[in-house]
């Protein structure tokens, strides 16, 4: 069975550092990987998808990484601004049985002005 | 990406009776799912609602508790069941316009059980 774990669970930084998500997963035999942003009360918003077959995937201050052979992904946040405060989830499709998503608890980053 | 709406987005019930979650996408999607979102935890999936037809529960989940229905490739609801206390999560509903590809989410509907 698989199982995705994050770490730290809570991650406190003051404005303007870059920062480290961490995201491991115990069966490397992954289809994708996924990372969205959860804030408070609402639902989540997809912010990189990572192909099995990739390495990485940037979009503006956010770079997410894929070993898959080693199980881990990160996500790196540059110059993190208060507007980034939020849960952090990732997510893992397995190779087979369709679309089923596999999440990690969340890192809950908060960014201080 | 696709824009989804839930209805409601949030209710109190009370314990023994049922609520219905709706979830409608801008425009067809192959793959629809229903998830939940126990307080203080991640995601669970519950099942893929399927068009046409019955849907696919994840273990755990029965369809006499969580009924689904899809009628059409833009349109779910979830009903909870004569509801207990422990049902009280956030109730959430995702597409995928092909299989395998990005995932979206909707806002979420969240239900507090008394």
């Known amino acids: 069975k698989q199982e995705v774990t994050q770490i730290p669970a809570a991650l406190s930084v003051p404005e303007g550092e870059n920062l480290v998500l961490n995201c491991s997963f115990t069966?490397?035999?992954?289809?994708?990987l996924q990372w969205f942003r959860q804030d408070p009360g609402k639902g989540l918003t997809s912010l990189l998808l990572?192909?099995?077959?990739?390495r990485e995937q940037t979009s503006g201050r956010l770079n997410a990484s894929l070993d898959k052979s080693s199980g881990r992904s990160t996500l790196y946040i540059a110059a993190s601004q208060p507007g980034d405060s939020a849960t952090y989830l990732c997510?893992?499709?397995?190779?087979?049985?369709?679309?089923?998503?596999?999440f990690g608890e969340g890192t809950q980053l908060t960014v201080n002005p | 990406s696709a824009v989804i709406s839930q209805k409601p987005s949030r209710d109190i019930c009370q314990r023994g009776t049922s609520l219905t979650i709706q979830c409608q996408v801008d425009?067809?999607?192959?793959?629809m799912f229903w998830y939940r979102q126990q307080p203080g935890q991640s995601l669970t999936l519950i099942a893929t609602?399927?068009?046409?037809?019955?849907?696919?529960?994840e273990s755990g989940f029965v369809i006499d508790k969580f009924p689904i229905s899809r009628p059409n490739l833009t349109f779910s609801t979830l009903t909870v069941s004569n509801m207990s206390p422990e049902d009280s999560s956030i109730y959430l509903c995702?597409?995928?316009?092909?299989?395998?590809?990005?995932?979206?989410f909707g806002p979420g509907t969240r239900l507090l059980v008394l």
């Open positions: 425009s067809q999607v192959t793959m």
């Open positions: 069966d490397s035999a992954i289809y994708n």
């Open positions: 995702s597409v995928e316009r092909s299989s395998g590809e990005t995932q979206y």
């Open positions: 997510a893992v499709r397995p190779e087979t049985s369709g679309s089923r998503l596999t």
């Open positions: 609602a399927n068009q046409g037809s019955e849907a696919t529960y």
């Open positions: 990572i192909q099995s077959s990739q």
